[in-house]
Antibody, heavy 120, light 107 residues
Framework: QVQLQESGPGLVKPSETLSLTCTVS??????????WTWIRQPPGKGLEWIGN???????KYNPALKSRLTISVDKSKSQFSLQLTSVTAADTAVYYC????????????WGQGALVTVSA | SYELTQPPSVSVSPGQTARITCSGD??????AYWYHQKPGQAPVLAIY???ERPSGIPERFSGSTSGTTATLTISGVQAEDESDYYC??????????FGGGTKLTVL
């Protein structure tokens, strides 16, 4: 059974870059059956789709975040990563990494979520 | 940007039927998906491709669509169904979007 685990700093200063990594175990990111996805949820608010990456490196981004966002994949480490630049307090959220089944377009596995707070 | 609209809250008594709607202009051409989320937990898929129910989801959960509105129906609501529910779909470019979420309260 695949497991996903987010890792990275829990506190980021305004204007700096938020970086998170998702480690995939019990499965491989080097499979064409899945998209590897980031989703966030500000405290007390709803879910926001951030973007995803295919094993080939092809990405899709939320247009509202696209200018600040980079999602990458490291197949050798079975990891994919998120970088969000120029963060503000509005980027404070629980960040989830997830696996989306490509042909069915639903998310079947989630990480436990990582709270990232943007504050000086 | 593309948006999906859900009611902020729905309340029903145990045993009644709960209907949660999701409106979006692209829904006639894009599938709707439904997730439920309990506090402090990751979301769980409840319905995919408008009407399909994953294994492990009770039969009282069903999905339907009509025009620009998708509906999640929970028949014979139980106390354990109290949760936040999110619809999700995509625009024509494949960019995904979630609705704002609906809090289901079981009275």
């Amino acid at each position: 059974q695949v497991q996903l685990q987010e890792s990275g700093p829990g506190l980021v200063k305004p204007s700096e870059t938020l970086s998170l990594t998702c480690t995939v175990s019990g499965g491989s990111v080097n499979r064409g059956s899945y998209y590897w996805t980031w989703i966030r949820q500000p405290p007390g608010k709803g879910l926001e789709w951030i973007g995803n990456i295919y094993y080939s490196g092809s990405t899709k981004y939320n247009p509202a975040l696209k200018s600040r966002l980079t999602i990458s994949v490291d197949k050798s480490k079975s990891q994919f990563s998120l970088q969000l630049t120029s963060v503000t307090a509005a980027d404070t959220a629980v960040y989830y990494c997830a696996r989306e089944v490509r042909l069915l377009n639903y998310i079947d596995s989630w990480g436990q979520g990582a709270l990232v707070t943007v504050s000086a | 940007s593309y948006e999906l609209t859900q009611p902020p809250s729905v309340s029903v008594s145990p045993g009644q039927t709960a209907r949660i709607t999701c409106s979006g202009d692209a829904l006639p051409n894009q599938y709707a998906y439904w997730y439920h989320q309990k506090p402090g937990q990751a979301p769980v898929l409840a319905i995919y491709k408008d009407t399909e129910r994953p294994s492990g989801i009770p039969e009282r959960f069903s999905g339907s669509t009509s025009g620009t509105t998708a509906t999640l129906t929970i028949s014979g609501v139980q106390a354990e169904d109290e949760s936040d529910y999110y619809c999700q779909s995509a625009d024509s470019s494949g960019t995904k979007v979630f609705g704002g979420g609906t809090k289901l309260t079981v009275l």
